[in-house]
């Protein structure tokens, strides 16, 4: 074989291939350990969820319905949208895949931040497009800096909001007044993983800056079932965008783009409020606790909009990673993205935030850091 690939393609870095739990157990010799890295839902699946896959199971020979009209249906009625604003995805990742495949060429340039989701810069290199990277500022979306760097080749800003992985919403206000001035031929993405978890008073009003985009750039709002919903597995998100931005969308998709268990999942999900509730106030309760104990030990906290959050452990965070995994206990580090002292954890189950804070108390003893 001798076939050449592009160079965008070769230069890159593939999304990191965590091992499976079972194969890191094997491995480090530990059993039962406890997973607090990817911002899962740590009570589950919505059993309603659940219950509508089980019965959903004997449709499998079909295809799935390609316009999931009932899931659009029911994602516009909880929203206020309608329909045609809604374009439904494998997953969150998928839209964002959607919206760099249909406006970026090479050269177009896309403008982020770092630390952020790693999902957007890549899409971005894939299509060929120039990856315009602004660092954090005080762990918040520079958004002075992202408006500066606005050119006629600029298609998309992404932002998370709130950030991963620092759990930062941007101040609603700073948020209007940059999308105030954005160009008409901008689309800026607000990725809303995490919406369900913001306060109140941080919450942005999405459907009126999709609805009154008259004179200025449109915007795009990603939603998940991934966190809240406890479906990261089965891989199903949307967007919310005005009916021309999603007609564009719907060009580039598969025809059965979202399949059959994730769409009655989805809907089920939508009307399992008990399930979402409890998750909401078990969240939050767990997260006070958990910074409480952990500040208890020495460490200090950041804030957080979001369902993990960022301690600073006062020593090199990759030696306290591989420490706690010795003891089955995983977390992220944030070395690699320039927080040398720093892990993200995401909130859990009660039994395991207390052996997560026991194990920590432990390895911060070990390493000698507090
Ligand atoms: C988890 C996460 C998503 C969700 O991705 P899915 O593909 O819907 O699972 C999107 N954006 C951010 C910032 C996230 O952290």
Redesign the pocket.
Known sequence: MNIQVPDNIKSIVPYPPGKPIEELEREYGVKDSIKLAS?ENAWGSSPKAIEAIRKALDNLHRYPDGSNYYLTRAIAQKSGFSPDEVVI?N????IIEFLVKAYVQTGDEVITSHP??L?YQKVVQVRGGTNIIFPLKEMHHDLDSIFSAITDKTRLIFL?NP??PTATAIKPTDLYSFLSEVPESVIVVL?E??VDFMDDDVQVDVYSLIKNSKGRCGVVA?R????AYGL?GI???YGLMSGDVAAVLHKVRQPFNVNQLAQVAAIAAIEDVDFYNTTLHKTREGKAWLRKEVEKLGCSTYSSQTNFFLIDVKGDAAALYEAMLCKGVIIRSMKAYGYTNVIRITVGTGEENYRFVHTLGNCLRELAYV
């Open positions: 911002n995805g997953g969150s990742d998928e952020s989701f999902m998370d950030n991963n990725d993983a995490y990603l998940t079932f991934s966190k990261a891989r199903i998100g």
